[in-house]
């Protein structure tokens, strides 16, 4: 990684080690972790070693998002570094400036292999991969707030039309993907969109795509902070029979690893004559 790239966050590596070393001295004083309020100032300079400091444990402190601003900066940073950079720069960005602290200390560039499900691998879906990242690092391993993400991405028509104000492609068609897959997700969509994966059209669909799970994530990390969280996933009628002899220690076969929708890529055998 080049100091331009990391110069492109208004972090250079210098900043981002003085960074968590004043967080780590922050620490100490306070006792309180993730709370010194710190936005990588220098005040603390003298302190630096130069030296990375131990991570901050997690979950960090969160303070609750303005929903549609995340969707828009998601939109943004699509076009910066892809899919799961921009979902997870649209959360950090926006926490670095209403809490600070250890979400200073992460370079947004470790999301950039997300994108294309991968490496354009075409596997999981680059922006639910940097939402769960957010999610795991505000809510610590939160089954619920992740399940829920995944089980709304399957379902939900993308992309939603929350964008019309800025986008150049106005009143695009939408697809449910009924999978996390990129693969599923980007292929389902362009054949009924009937372009091209590699066109203009498609990243503006992601684009959108990255602002909508962006949105998404905020607003179940809001409602988890809030203390008013209940988790909503439930397999849809397409499959959820298939799941009471294939998933899971408790059916009568557990033969399968995963919640994806079977049906997507199985037939079933059960309404076979
Ligand atoms: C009542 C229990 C039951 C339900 C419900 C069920 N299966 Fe099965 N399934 C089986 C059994 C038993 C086998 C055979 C297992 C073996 O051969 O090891 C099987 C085999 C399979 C296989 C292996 C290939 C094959 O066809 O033999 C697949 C794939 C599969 N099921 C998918 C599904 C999907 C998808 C659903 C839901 C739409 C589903 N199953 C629902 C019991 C069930
Ligand atoms: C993204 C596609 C995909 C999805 C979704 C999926 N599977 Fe599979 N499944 C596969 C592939 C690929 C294999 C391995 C190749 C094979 O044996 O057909 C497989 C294998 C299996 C097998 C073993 C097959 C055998 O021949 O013994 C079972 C059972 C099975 N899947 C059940 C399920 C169930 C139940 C679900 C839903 C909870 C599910 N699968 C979801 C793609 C998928």
Request: charged share 20%.
């Amino acid at each position: 990684m080049t100091e331009k790239t990391v110069m492109k966050d208004g972090l250079t590596r210098r900043r981002f080690l003085i960074g968590a070393g004043a967080l780590a001295t922050g620490v100490l004083a306070s006792g309180v972790a993730g709370c010194t309020g710190s936005t990588g100032s220098t005040e603390t300079a003298g302190n630096n070693t130069g030296n990375a400091a131990e991570a901050s444990a997690i979950p960090w402190q969160y303070k609750k998002l303005d929903v549609e601003a995340v969707r828009k900066r998601g939109y943004d940073n699509y076009y910066k570094d892809g899919c799961m950079y921009g979902v997870a720069a649209a959360i950090i960005e926006t926490l670095r400036e209403t809490t600070g602290g250890p979400w200073n200390t992460i370079p947004m560039e470790m999301f950039a292999y997300g994108e294309g499900g991968a490496f354009g691998w075409g596997t999981l879906c680059g922006a639910l991969n940097g939402g769960l990242a957010m999610i795991n690092l505000a809510a610590g391993k939160n089954a619920d707030l992740g399940n829920d993400l995944m089980g709304w991405y399957t379902e939900n028509p993308f992309p939603s039309d929350k964008h019309e104000a800025y986008t150049s492609f106005k009143n695009q068609i939408t697809t449910v993907s009924k999978s996390p897959l990129c693969h599923a997700s980007v292929t389902k969509w362009t054949e009924a969109a009937d372009v091209r994966v590699s066109s203009d059209e498609r990243k503006e669909r992601c684009a959108k795509l990255t602002g909508d799970t962006a949105a998404k994530v905020a607003e179940l990390l809001n409602k988890a902070l809030e203390g008013q969280y209940t988790s909503t996933f439930k397999p849809s009628a397409e499959y959820i029979t298939c799941m009471g002899c294939h998933q899971g220690k408790d059916s009568t076969l557990d033969s399968q690893q995963g919640k994806m929708n079977c049906v997507s890529c199985h037939e079933d055998h059960t309404k076979k004559s």
